[in-house]
């Protein structure tokens, strides 16, 4: 069964940083490119970065570009999205997401989300 | 960046009814469309990609047609468990796959 588990949110204050991760079991994490997205509150999904299944690609949103980083550790199967710089609007839940090729792409497994609180 | 945009914003239906959700692209994304269902508190649920396919395990009165930069999705009769919100997804231009702005579902 594919699972993807997110950990790491918590409240932390403007200006700080904080590491999430997405636990992968299920599936030969390594054959697949993962993605983040987030919901701030009030708010619809907004795409906020990808890694490709070698790791080689990274890609984020203009929004989170310069403070985000994206990596995965293939021995652990985990997706960590380093987040430092952190504004308010950087608040919400934030999903790991693995993505499919079937015709086009699409991200076929979530996760239940964890919540990011940026607040002083 | 390509733009999805969605209507209704919200909607308010009765059970059994026939509901249709629209999504149009601010580009011709040909049929690389995709459909989600999120619920509070659950993962997002994909529904449909590429315009039209269902994925496994998706009742079958769940539908989505369109191509270029119109798309639907269609609710044949409308159960109480489908009460959450619908995004579409663009997967044409990356980074970054675009979303809609979504559309709350809820019963009258």
């Known amino acids: 069964e594919v699972q993807l588990v997110e950990s790491g949110g918590n409240l932390v204050q403007p200006g700080g940083s904080l590491r999430l991760s997405c636990a992968a079991s299920?599936?030969?994490?390594?054959?697949?490119?993962m993605h983040w997205v987030r919901q701030a509150p009030g708010r619809g999904l907004e795409y906020v970065s990808g890694i490709s299944s070698n790791g080689g690609t990274t890609y984020y949103a203009d929004s989170v570009k310069g403070r985000f980083t994206v990596s995965r550790d293939f021995y652990n199967n985990t997706l960590y999205l380093q987040m430092g710089f952190l504004r308010t609007e950087d608040m919400g839940v934030y999903y790991c997401a693995r993505e499919i090729r079937v015709g086009g792409f699409c991200f076929d497994y979530w996760g239940q989300g964890i919540l990011v609180s940026v607040s002083s | 960046d390509i733009q999805m945009t969605q209507s209704p914003s919200s909607l308010s239906a009765s059970v059994g009814d026939r509901v249709t959700i629209t999504c149009r692209a601010s580009q011709n994304i040909a049929t690389h469309l995709n459909w989600y269902q999120l619920k509070p508190g659950q993962a997002p649920k994909l529904l449909i990609y590429v315009a039209s396919s269902l994925q496994s395990g998706v009742p079958s009165r769940f539908s989505g047609t369109g191509s270029g930069t119109d798309f639907t999705l269609t609710i044949s009769s409308l159960q109480p468990e489908d009460i959450a919100t619908y995004y579409c997804q663009q997967s044409h231009s990356f980074p970054p796959y675009t979303f809609g702005q979504g559309t709350k579902l809820e019963i009258k």
């Open positions: 299920g599936f030969m994490f390594n054959m697949y490119a």
